[in-house]
């Protein structure tokens, strides 16, 4: 059974400063991994998806990297702003037959402060 | 604008009671899903169709009854209501392929007294 696990569970940081999300994974059999961000009284936002087949993904100020052999991806900010603040989580695709798009583990997320 | 809707937004009602979730896309998805977040924040799915067929069936209890009337709307009605069921539900959608991204509504939380 796929286990997924964020670590840490609460990060508060001063404004400007570069961080790291680490998300780790029981099954490497995995095909794509996803990062969300979810706001409070929110939806989740899809940040970043990288395929199995690639290492890294950017978009703007953040940057996910994938290692499947060793079951672990991490998501990069570059210089925190206060909007940032928010649940990053992370998730792997459940593959049963591939068949079951869409069917995700989430890890329990980060949440994430960054104060002024 | 293009988005995910669900409604309502907030949802009080009693045990025993018959309650229904709606959920909307127009991003052209032919997937849909029901998530379900407890009050640990444990994201888990229950439901997915694929243009209104069921594919995904979680180990979800009968009283949870999903219905997608068409492919851009999945509806969630739940009976007999119990405290447990308690939690903000999530419909998401997505195109049918292995890396297309889940686009998620902004949930609805149903407090059951």
């Known amino acids: 059974k796929q286990e997924v696990t964020q670590i840490p569970a609460a990060l508060s940081v001063p404004e400007g400063e570069n961080l790291v999300l680490n998300c780790s994974f029981t099954d490497s059999a995995i095909y794509n991994l996803q990062w969300f961000r979810q706001d409070p009284g929110k939806g989740l936002t899809s940040l970043l998806l990288?395929?199995?087949?690639?290492r890294e993904q950017t978009s703007g100020r953040l940057n996910a990297s994938l290692d499947k052999s060793s079951g672990r991806s991490t998501l990069y900010i570059a210089a925190s702003q206060p909007g940032d603040s928010a649940t990053y989580l992370c998730?792997?695709?459940?593959?049963?037959?591939?068949?079951?798009?869409?069917?995700?583990?989430f890890g329990q997320g980060t949440i994430l402060t960054v104060h002024p | 604008d293009t988005a995910v809707s669900q409604t309502p937004k907030y949802l009080v009602t009693q045990m025993g009671n018959d309650k229904s979730i709606k959920c909307e896309q127009n991003?052209?998805?032919?997937?849909m899903y029901w998530y379900k977040q407890d009050s640990k924040k444990f994201l888990k799915i229950m439901f997915s169709?694929?243009?209104?067929?069921?594919?995904i069936n979680e180990t979800v209890p009968n009283r949870f009854s999903p219905k997608s009337p068409d492919k851009a709307h999945l509806n969630l009605h739940i009976n007999s209501l119990e405290l447990g069921d308690s939690a903000v539900y999530f419909c998401?959608?997505?195109?049918?392929?292995?890396?297309?991204?889940?686009?998620f509504g902004n949930g609805t939380r149903l407090t059951v007294t």
């Open positions: 991003l052209g998805h032919d997937t």
């Open positions: 998401a959608s997505s195109h049918y392929n292995r890396n297309s991204p889940l686009h």
């Open positions: 990288i395929q199995s087949s690639q």
């Open positions: 169709y694929n243009n209104k067929e069921l594919i």
């Open positions: 998730a792997v695709p459940i593959i049963a037959g591939g068949t079951s798009y869409g069917k995700l583990t």
